[in-house]
């Protein structure tokens, strides 16, 4: 009896001390879970004060690019709301508003749809122009270097008495100053004297022009110019030019007319979202007599009660170009202005359209 009491405790032994290992080895089990969390958390902590760190190495983004960050999206926004509005026409992805009478520039800013060129202007001809122009309610002014009249256009534009961020004025460099363009640029901001350009343009293609056009960007990066452009540039050389440079053209500006319709080149153009401008809209020098007696320019204009040059810069508008006439005659700057109380028919649109000659007025 003692013998088997005692065999009885060493069984109850042997099963406490088994209980006891396994005890043991869970402990050790949640030991190691607790201590691989404890690696895990700690490693989770490191990474987020090194993040931590490292946002504060970094420099704040300054308040302006954020809210040119913000301004890009809006204007984002705003963009698709006037093509779903329906009342602009849309060419590619370019739209003129008919009713503010302008359109959204890739660079994020608007600009007329229609204005007033001012070669051949100058002096006091060119200042009495351009106020002339902007008494009728034109708010896009064209010059460039080769015109010798930014000082001019300028002058018109300080003594207007409208506030400058209503006026849109387009300068151009030309070739034989591209090779110092930094120069050049710096020139044209202190003959127009008016803070700031808003469009500037390389005239037409030439050597260093890629080179010019950077530094136009850099004019752009310091706020001296807002958007940037090209005239008298066509499908190769967009082409061969556009991957050597960074910010895309917010404009070409080529010579249109209904005798020269660039009716291959313009949907090109609007494909890469740049907006297209035509000089000599009608006609140019020595052609603009023919081109506004024409029979069928004539018979549309009386069947809308208005002049031949009305009807082609109306034309233009609802191809999707900007038309820049130029004149000095108070008369017809005003003419040129009243180009929204009518539209013509997808009939009177082909007539003019077959009138195409493919006959350019200038060389380049």
Request: aromatic share 8%.
């Amino acid at each position: 009896m003692k013998r088997r009491f005692n065999m009885m405790l060493v069984c109850l032994l042997i099963v406490s001390l088994s209980a006891c290992g396994k005890q043991a080895g869970a402990d050790s089990s949640a030991d190691k879970v607790m201590e691989q969390y404890g690696q895990t958390e700690s490693a989770g902590t490191t990474e987020q004060t090194e993040k931590e760190q490292t946002e504060k190495a970094q420099p704040a983004v300054p308040e302006a690019e954020q809210t040119g960050v913000q301004t890009e999206n809006i204007l984002t926004d705003r963009e698709e709301q006037k093509i779903q509005e329906g009342d602009n026409t849309v060419t590619g992805d370019i739209s003129f508003n008919f009713e503010t009478k302008t359109v959204l520039l890739n660079s994020g800013y608007e600009m007329p749809i229609y204005g007033i060129g001012t070669y051949s202007l100058t002096g006091d001809t060119c200042v009495e122009s351009v106020t002339a122009a902007l008494n009728s309610g034109v708010r896009l002014i064209d010059t460039a270097y080769m015109y010798h009249n930014e000082e001019s256009v300028g002058e018109a534009v300080r003594n207007s008495g409208i506030p400058r961020e209503e006026i849109f004025v387009i300068t151009k460099l030309y070739p034989n100053q591209f090779s110092d363009a930094e120069a050049a640029i710096e020139e044209a901001l202190a003959k127009l004297d008016i803070d700031y350009i808003d469009m500037m343009l390389l005239h037409h293609p030439g050597t260093d022009d890629v080179e010019a056009y950077l530094a136009m960007e850099k004019a752009v990066a310091d706020g001296k110019i807002r958007s940037l452009g090209l005239s008298n540039w066509y499908v190769e050389e967009l082409e061969e030019f556009i991957p050597q440079i960074n910010i895309m053209p917010a404009l070409v500006q080529n010579e249109i007319h209904p005798y020269y319709q660039e009716n291959d080149v313009i949907p090109y153009i609007h494909s890469l979202g740049i907006v297209v401008q035509g000089w000599y809209p009608l006609g140019g020098r020595g052609y603009t007599t023919e081109l506004l007696g024409n029979e069928v320019i004539s018979e549309i204009a009386a069947a809308h009660g208005k002049s031949s040059a009305q009807v082609i810069l109306r034309w233009n508008l609802q191809k999707g170009v900007v038309v820049i006439p130029g004149s000095s005659n108070p008369d017809h700057i005003q003419e040129n202005t009243e180009l929204f109380n009518f539209e013509l028919t997808e009939e009177e649109m082909e007539r003019i359209g077959a009138l195409d000659r493919g006959e350019k007025h200038d060389w380049y």
